[in-house]
C-alpha cells in the first residue's frame, strides 16, 4: 500500500486564461497533427476513379461555368484580364477555404472516440482537418501555372508573396474553424448552417467580380474601401490574384483591415475554443 501511494499522480486540467496556448505541449503531439493529416490526405480519395485530380478538376469546371455566365452572359467585368484566369485566381484558394472550413467544422464530432479515449491538444483536431487540403491547394496551384503559361502571363516578382498569402488564408480557415467546430459540439445544428455561411460568404467576397467594384461604389457614397477589406476573404483572394497575376486595385489599408479581422477572429476562436475544451469529451 505504501509503495502504491508512492505513484506519481497526474491531474490534466485546462490551463488558465482564454488566450494561454502550451507551445511546447503542442509542439509535443506534432507527430499526432502529421498523423491526423496524413489520415485525412489517404481517406479524402480512397476508392475514387479520379483521386487527387479531383482538386484540379473542381475549379477548374467551376472556372468554365463562370466564364460562360458571369463573363460572356453578365460582363461582370474582371479588371482588363483575362475572366478564366481572373476567376481562377479566386476559385483556388476558396475552394481551398470552403473544403476546409466544412471540414474543420465536423472535425470534433468526427473524432468522438478519439476524444473520450486519450488525452492531446485538441486544437490539434480542427488544424488537421485545414492543413490537410494543403494538398490539394498545392496541385490546383500546379494546374493554375499551366494556365499562365497557356495565357503567356507572368506575375513577375509578385509571386514572392505567395506564401504570405497561403498563410493568410490558412489563419482565416483555422481561425473560423475554431469557432464553428467548438460550437458545433454543443449545437449540431452548426454542420448544417457551414455550407451555407459558405456559400453566402462566397457571393460578399471578389471571387466571381472584381473588388474594384466594391471599393468605388464605397467611394461614390464617401466611404473608405477599408470598409470591404473587413471581410478577411477579401483581402485574402485580392492578394493571391495580385502574387498569381501581379495585378491589384485595392490599397494597403484593404489589406491592412482584412489582416486586423484576421487577427481579431483568430485570438477569439482560441479563447472560446479553449473556454469549452473542458466540456468536449462529455459532450461530443
Given at each position: 500500500?505504501?509503495?502504491?501511494?508512492?505513484?506519481?499522480?497526474?491531474?490534466?486540467?485546462?490551463?488558465?486564461?482564454?488566450?494561454?496556448?502550451?507551445?511546447?505541449?503542442?509542439?509535443?503531439?506534432?507527430?499526432?497533427?502529421?498523423?491526423?493529416?496524413?489520415?485525412?490526405?489517404?481517406?479524402?480519395?480512397?476508392?475514387?476513379?479520379?483521386?487527387?485530380?479531383?482538386?484540379?478538376?473542381?475549379?477548374?469546371?467551376?472556372?468554365?461555368?463562370?466564364?460562360?455566365?458571369?463573363?460572356?452572359?453578365?460582363?461582370?467585368?474582371?479588371?482588363?484580364?483575362?475572366?478564366?484566369?481572373?476567376?481562377?485566381?479566386?476559385?483556388?484558394?476558396?475552394?481551398?477555404?470552403?473544403?476546409?472550413?466544412?471540414?474543420?467544422?465536423?472535425?470534433?464530432?468526427?473524432?468522438?472516440?478519439?476524444?473520450?479515449?486519450?488525452?492531446?491538444?485538441?486544437?490539434?483536431?480542427?488544424?488537421?482537418?485545414?492543413?490537410?487540403?494543403?494538398?490539394?491547394?498545392?496541385?490546383?496551384?500546379?494546374?493554375?501555372?499551366?494556365?499562365?503559361?497557356?495565357?503567356?502571363?507572368?506575375?513577375?516578382?509578385?509571386?514572392?508573396?505567395?506564401?504570405?498569402?497561403?498563410?493568410?488564408?490558412?489563419?482565416?480557415?483555422?481561425?473560423?474553424?475554431?469557432?464553428?467546430?467548438?460550437?458545433?459540439?454543443?449545437?449540431?445544428?452548426?454542420?448544417?448552417?457551414?455550407?451555407?455561411?459558405?456559400?453566402?460568404?462566397?457571393?460578399?467576397?471578389?471571387?466571381i467580380y472584381p473588388a474594384s467594384r466594391v471599393t468605388q461604389a464605397l467611394a461614390k457614397r464617401g466611404l473608405p474601401e477599408w470598409?470591404?477589406?473587413?471581410?478577411?476573404?477579401?483581402?485574402?483572394?485580392?492578394?493571391?490574384?495580385?502574387?498569381?497575376?501581379?495585378?491589384?486595385?485595392?490599397?494597403?489599408?484593404?489589406?491592412?483591415?482584412?489582416?486586423?479581422?484576421?487577427?481579431?477572429?483568430?485570438?477569439?476562436?482560441?479563447?472560446?475554443?479553449?473556454?469549452?475544451?473542458?466540456?468536449?469529451?462529455?459532450?461530443?
Amino acid at each position: 500500500m505504501e509503495q502504491l501511494k508512492r505513484v506519481p499522480t497526474f491531474v490534466i486540467a485546462p490551463s488558465r486564461g482564454g488566450l494561454s496556448i502550451r507551445l511546447k505541449e503542442l509542439w509535443e503531439y506534432r507527430e499526432l497533427l502529421y498523423f491526423l493529416i496524413w489520415r485525412d490526405v489517404k481517406v479524402r480519395y480512397k476508392q475514387t476513379v479520379l483521386g487527387a485530380a479531383w482538386a484540379i478538376f473542381q475549379p477548374l469546371f467551376t472556372m468554365a461555368v463562370f466564364t460562360l455566365f458571369f463573363d460572356r452572359l453578365a460582363k461582370v467585368g474582371s479588371d482588363g484580364l483575362p475572366y478564366p484566369l481572373f476567376s481562377l485566381a479566386a476559385l483556388v484558394p476558396w475552394t481551398f477555404f470552403a473544403t476546409g472550413l466544412t471540414q474543420s467544422t465536423n472535425s470534433l464530432v468526427g473524432s468522438a472516440n478519439l476524444i473520450k479515449k486519450v488525452y492531446f491538444p485538441r486544437g490539434i483536431i480542427p488544424a488537421a482537418a485545414v492543413l490537410a487540403w494543403l494538398v490539394d491547394l498545392g496541385l490546383a496551384l500546379l494546374m493554375f501555372f499551366g494556365a499562365l503559361a497557356f495565357y503567356e502571363w507572368s506575375p513577375g516578382f509578385a509571386l514572392a508573396i505567395l506564401p504570405l498569402a497561403v498563410t493568410w488564408i490558412c489563419l482565416v480557415a483555422f481561425g473560423t474553424g475554431l469557432w464553428l467546430s467548438a460550437l458545433n459540439v454543443e449545437y449540431r445544428d452548426v454542420k448544417f448552417v457551414a455550407p451555407f455561411l459558405v456559400q453566402i460568404w462566397m457571393f460578399v467576397s471578389p471571387v466571381i467580380y472584381p473588388a474594384s467594384r466594391v471599393t468605388q461604389a464605397l467611394a461614390k457614397r464617401g466611404l473608405p474601401e477599408w470598409l470591404y477589406g473587413l471581410n478577411p476573404m477579401a483581402g485574402v483572394i485580392e492578394a493571391f490574384r495580385y502574387a498569381l497575376l501581379g495585378t491589384t486595385a485595392c490599397q494597403a489599408s484593404f489589406f491592412v483591415a482584412g489582416a486586423v479581422v484576421t487577427a481579431l477572429l483568430l485570438l477569439s476562436g482560441i479563447a472560446y475554443f479553449k473556454r469549452m475544451e473542458r466540456t468536449f469529451a462529455d459532450v461530443v
